[in-house]
Structures are given as C-alpha cells and as structure tokens.
C-alpha cells in the first residue's frame, strides 16, 4: 500500500434554474437516474453508471450565462450508437439545436452532443 495522495475520481456541478426539472430531463431524457434529492429541490445527484453529476440551484442569471456559454461535460461511453439509439426517440423531441447525432471526430472520438434545459453542452463519446 502506498502512501501517495491518489485522487480518485472527479463530479461536474452544474448551475442549474429548476433542479427538479433538470433532474427529471436527465433521468427521463437521458436514462441517468436520480441518486438524491434535497427536500427544498437545491441539489441533486444524478448518475448513469459510473458518471455523476450534480445539479446545484442558481438564481444568480451570472451563473446560468455559464453553464449556458461555458459549461461542458464530457462522458466516455461504451456501445455509442448503442446508446444513441436507446435516447433516439426522447431526443428527436428538443429542438434541433439542442442535438448533435453521432459523428466521428479526427481526434479518433465518436461522439454526440446534447444541451441540457439550462445550455450545458454534455458530450458523449466513446474511442472509434
């Protein structure tokens, strides 16, 4: 056993308006499920696997601007068009702009994009 400080993982917490609705949008949108909810509906821990986010409640329009212009997440994924495919039918449902269907990039990435109801772009990819 060593003795190194290791740090084992990392949790993006996002500025979010209603976190009961973004919460329901991942869960029912996106098949992560909702791991906790404060009982006054100001964080939330949602999951998919071994991803989590948190969802933080934010008044502050300073704070939405960034998670609208400056927020991102990227989520590694096994089987992505697997996936695609599963969330196919909830996505075609937001508006276009808020989709990006799976593409390969030139950095050897597979990806698709999705905006959550406050902006933050999730990138999901998987290595082709």
Known sequence: MSDTPII?????IIPVKD???????YCNCLDFECRYISNDNSFSII???DAVLHLVHADDEASLKAT??????????K???GLYKKLEARLSELPEERVRPPFDQPYGMREFHVKDLDGCLLLFGEDI
Do not use: M, T
């Not at 084992?8 to 993006?12: F, G, I, P, R």
């Not at 976190?19 to 949008?25: G, T």
């Open 47 to 49: 999951g998919h696997g």
């Open 8 to 12: 084992e993982d990392a949790v993006c």
């Open 68 to 77: 609208r212009n400056h927020i991102s997440v990227y989520l590694w994924v």
């Open 79 to 81: 089987n992505i068009d």
């Open 19 to 25: 976190v009961r609705q973004s919460a329901d949008f």
